[in-house]
């Protein structure tokens, strides 16, 4: 079967949600996170809060996402820090506690106040009674992703360019 630790899983290529669905706790994820994976490597800024929405754990990725240092957010209100509009974030919440999870694109603010269109992928972590405690959010740069698919795109049709030009000179 699949690894039931977090030492397993961390050692294996199972995901943050192969974590959760195997029933692990916020603190077990968050211990792998931090002792065995390299999340100051990582490119998605992960987080965690608490169901009333306070921020429990910030990467390196989410500082250099949003502009704020974890020192600066843990133990802050994230529907207040990033959203100038909390009802795209009420709605995203309600999906996850009704269904456990929610994925797509929302915008949010960094600490300069630049908008910030993220590709989230968001999951309810139950504590050891299965019932819920928090959430863990992976973000992705929606507007990064989209500019490196454009630049494969650009590099694609340079080589299609260059094979029908030397299909042509010879």
């Not at 792998?32 to 994976?37: D, K």
């Not at 309600?94 to 269904?99: F, K, R």
Request: negative net charge; glycine residues 8%.
């Amino acid at each position: 079967g699949e690894p039931s630790n977090p030492e397993a899983i961390a050692r294996s290529q199972y995901s943050v949600e192969t974590a959760v669905a195997n029933g692990l706790t916020l603190e077990q994820i968050g211990q792998t996170l931090v002792c065995n994976w390299d999340t100051a490597q990582a490119q998605d800024a992960i987080n965690v809060r608490s169901l009333d929405h306070t921020i429990t754990y910030w990467n390196k990725s989410s500082e250099n996402l949003y502009g704020w240092t974890a020192e600066e957010v843990l133990g802050r209100n994230i529907s207040r820090l990033i959203y100038d509009d909390p009802s795209a974030f009420e709605r995203a919440m309600a999906h996850v506690l009704a269904e456990g999870e929610w994925t797509g694109e929302i915008c949010q603010r960094t600490k300069s106040g630049v908008a910030v269109m993220v590709e989230g992928h968001w999951t309810l972590v139950n504590d050891s009674d299965g019932q819920p405690k928090s959430v863990l959010a992976i973000n992705a740069d929606s507007a990064e992703r989209k500019r490196l698919e454009a630049q494969v795109l650009r590099s694609q049709r340079m080589e299609s360019i260059g094979t029908l030009a030397g299909g042509i000179a010879h």
